[in-house]
């Protein structure tokens, strides 16, 4: 069992910065594939970023390539997704999610909220 907890959303102008961080339970954290995704109002959730389990290789949104970088940290059970130049589209809730597999996600955190104002 993963227990996962968002924290660093909050308001910010358009082409501003802001770094989410979600923090891991479990001594297994290495052994998941690490995801971030994000629900804007009246939609459904999307696919951001995720960090691969072994080597850290990284597979990115076309929305948000070269703008955001998802990163993590072994040691401390920690995942970041470090967010630059945002627009008011990426206004969301935004989440982390783990899993041991290749495809779907076995355990979400709750969501922070992100809000891009123009």
């Known amino acids: 069992q993963v227990q996962l907890v968002e924290s660093g959303g909050g308001l910010v102008q358009a082409g501003g910065s802001l770094r989410l961080s979600c923090a891991a339970s479990g001594r297994t954290f290495s052994s998941y594939d690490l995801g971030w995704f994000r629900q804007a109002p009246g939609k459904e959730r999307v696919f951001v970023a995720v960090?691969?389990?072994?080597?850290?290789?990284?597979t990115y949104a076309d929305s948000v390539k070269g703008r955001f970088t998802i990163s993590r940290d072994n040691a401390n059970n920690v995942v970041y997704l470090q967010m630059n130049s945002l627009k008011p589209d990426d206004t969301a809730v935004y989440f982390c999610?783990?899993?041991?597999?290749?495809?779907?996600?076995?355990?979400w955190g709750q969501g922070t909220q992100v809000t891009v104002s123009s």
């Open positions: 999610a783990a899993r041991i597999g290749i495809s779907s996600y076995d355990y």
């Open positions: 960090i691969r389990r072994s080597g850290g290789r990284t």
